[in-house]
């Protein structure tokens, strides 16, 4: 739950100025490379880690994660579905995933839900849901 409002948060998502402060999950940056905020409209994006950890390395090169996709859906106030697909040389990764944000006004603000279909086998669950849970903690200092 968001103490914000549907449109408030909607703008956000669809705003690539605000994609790069709320979007990237802890110790990552992002940069938008291309933005086109329409049905069928295409973004290129990269997640930057802001120090190299032992271990970890960038889906597209030792400390980025670079990806690009489209808008398959834009209900405003109430959801955006993205297909996104990741650059990268490791078949780990390869694969669209489709991400459907969902927004549902609630007593107080919006409960907004992020669903994630096939994600990549090279992402884990269990990084994946702390990337998830970090942008939403993101989003919501952004839009509070």
Known sequence: ????SPSRI?????DPA????WRPPKGMTAEVHAFDA???GRFR???????RRSGTRGKTSEDADMFEG???E??????VVELIEFQSDDPAFAGQMTVTTSLAPVAGGTEVTITCANVPPGISAEDHAVGM???LANLATYTE
Do not use: N
């Open 74 to 79: 834009l209900v405003p106030d109430r959801r």
């Open 10 to 14: 909607y703008e956000a998502l669809l």
């Open 133 to 135: 849970a970090s942008t």
């Open 38 to 40: 329409r049905p069928g």
């Open 70 to 72: 489209r808008f398959l």
């Open 18 to 21: 605000a994609i790069v402060r």
């Open 1 to 4: 739950m968001i103490k914000a």
């Open 45 to 51: 994006m990269s997640f930057i880690y802001a120090e």
